[in-house]
Nanobody
């Protein structure tokens, strides 16, 4: 069992940066793969990035590759999403997710946070 809480969202101008954090409960955090998803109004929840339990394997959606970086600090039970060169189309609620196996589909993940709003203005 794991509980996830996102933070770090906010409003930023296009071209700016934000870093999202996901704090996880439990003492077996390092056993889980972690993912970030986002959902904009009127759209389906979409995959953003994922990271293996060791941090050695990283996966990104084509839309964010080269701009976003996912990382994890197992000692702090925390996953991060560094977002640079933000665009208005990045505006969405961002969700942290965890699972025993890595995947790029929302249905692959068993545990979810409540989300944090990211708004990018022109």
């Amino acid at each position: 069992q794991v509980q996830l809480v996102e933070s770090g969202g906010g409003s930023v101008q296009a071209g700016g940066s934000l870093r999202l954090s996901c704090a996880a409960s439990g003492r077996r955090f390092s056993s889980y793969v972690m993912g970030w998803f986002r959902q904009a109004p009127g759209k389906e929840r979409e995959f953003v990035a994922a990271i293996s339990w060791s941090g050695g394997r990283l996966f990104y959606a084509d839309s964010v590759k080269g701009r976003f970086t996912i990382s994890r600090d197992n000692a702090k039970n925390t996953v991060y999403l560094q977002m640079n060169s933000l665009k208005p189309e990045d505006t969405a609620v961002y969700y942290c997710a965890a699972d025993e196996n890595i995947g790029t589909m929302a249905g692959d993940y068993d545990y979810w946070g409540q989300g944090t709003q990211v708004t990018v203005s022109s």
